[in-house]
């Protein structure tokens, strides 16, 4: 089946860095949905990308579809303490989501 | 946002015993609800989509009979772990969508499976 490939696993950035994490597949995504997974908590929605090409922001986040929508990435803007967490990708085939492995932030005061 | 609920939120078996997992849509109708595991510091693994009223669809290398899921009601979805083993303890999360929300998936916080 198709496989959902994210990077980096790990990320450790110093409050106020960038902070981006790239999802990536070798055939066609269908829609990609990003979730963000606080420590001993549940995923909760942040958006979906459905356009070739398509940028989104919200606030200090920007996602970003690939072209060719075999790609997709998150960029964070000067990261705060509240950044941290682990950020999934998921494909939306049809509904069901095929998740990458997750990029989990961690930001140092 | 939509408020997805998951009992109980941690559960402690014995081996051989089984153990059911409730998840609840309080506050929508869902048409769709999906079962995952998730293992430590990894990803979520899709298990099962059940729709209501209907046979839940299981993913390559989920054991049916293993996991039973039933979907009796637009907002109750249940995954029942039978003759539990330590190697499924894990965190189980039900997420639940329909189709007027253009498949974003609401998740349940969880439950916390642990077989002794």
């Known amino acids: 089946g198709q496989q959902v490939m994210q990077i980096p696993q790990y990320q450790h950035v110093q409050e106020g860095e960038d902070f981006t994490t790239y999802c990536n597949s070798s055939?066609?995504?269908?829609?990609i949905q990003w979730y963000k997974q606080r420590p001993g908590g549940h995923p909760v929605f942040l958006i979906q990308?459905?356009?070739?090409?398509e940028v989104k922001k919200q606030k200090r986040l920007t996602f970003q579809f690939g072209e060719a929508k075999k790609n997709s990435s998150l960029h964070i803007t000067a990261t705060q303490t509240t950044d941290v967490g682990t950020y999934f990708c998921?494909?939306?085939?049809?509904?069901?989501?095929?998740f990458g492995q997750g990029t989990e932030l961690s930001v140092k005061p | 946002g939509a408020v997805v609920s998951q009992h109980p939120s941690r559960v402690i078996c014995k081996s051989g015993t089984s153990v059911k997992i409730e998840c609840r849509s309080l506050?929508?109708?869902?048409?769709?609800m999906f079962w995952y595991r998730q293992f430590p510091k990894q990803s979520l693994m899709l298990m099962a989509t059940?729709?209501?009223?209907?046979?839940?669809?299981?993913e390559q290398g989920v054991e049916k009979d293993k996991f039973l899921i039933n979907h009796a009601s637009l907002t109750l979805s249940t995954l029942t772990v039978t003759s539990a083993h330590p190697e499924d303890s894990s965190f189980y999360i039900c997420?639940?969508?329909?189709?007027?929300?253009?498949?974003?998936?609401?998740f349940g916080p969880g439950t916390r499976l642990t077989v002794t």
């Open positions: 997420s639940a969508s329909w189709r007027g929300a253009n498949y974003e998936q609401y």
């Open positions: 055939t066609t995504l269908s829609n």
């Open positions: 990308l459905v356009k070739s090409g």
């Open positions: 998921g494909d939306n085939q049809g509904g069901k989501l095929i």
């Open positions: 506050d929508f109708q869902a048409t769709t």
């Open positions: 059940s729709n209501e009223g209907s046979k839940a669809t299981y």
